[in-house]
Nanobody, 127 residues
Framework: QLQASGGGLVQAGGSLRLSCAAS????????IGWFRQAPGKEREGVSC????????YYSDSVKGRFTISKDNTKNTVYLQMNSLRSEDTAVYYC??????????????????????WGQGTQVTVSS
């Protein structure tokens, strides 16, 4: 299971930190991705981090503003979102992509690779 939390209403320029808590599987074996879906738009990949957090990816739209981190001791991934813009408004989802024991390779933001999905958390940025 994946449980996303931390969403809310924030003014443009503000910050939020999303959390994704995992249970029921070996967290160290999975890369974790964050995706978002705005009203009327397709879901898009935002960021992801490899299983042992050596590799990360950010979409161009969030690069330099968002930071992903993975705490394997707490089975939790965080998405620190700074300098938020109205276009960041969306439901944010976390998902887990099986990498394998001890494999800390490249990450992919292709959602077809992801095995488990959490429920979303709403982020609303007011301008």
């Amino acid at each position: 299971q994946l449980q996303a939390s931390g969403g809310g209403l924030v003014q443009a320029g503000g910050s939020l930190r999303l959390s994704c808590a995992a249970s029921g599987f070996t967290f160290d074996d999975y890369a974790i991705g964050w995706f978002r879906q705005a009203p009327g738009k397709e879901r898009e990949g935002v960021s992801c981090i490899s299983s042992l957090h050596s590799s990360t990816y950010y979409s161009d739209s969030v690069k330099g503003r968002f930071t992903i981190s993975k705490d394997n001791t707490k089975n939790t991934v965080y998405l620190q979102m700074n300098s938020l813009r109205s276009e960041d408004t969306a439901v944010y989802y976390c998902a887990a992509d099986f990498a394998g024991p001890g494999f800390d390779g490249l990450v992919t933001i292709d959602e077809r690779s992801y095995d488990y999905w959490g429920q979303g958390t709403q982020v609303t940025v007011s301008s």
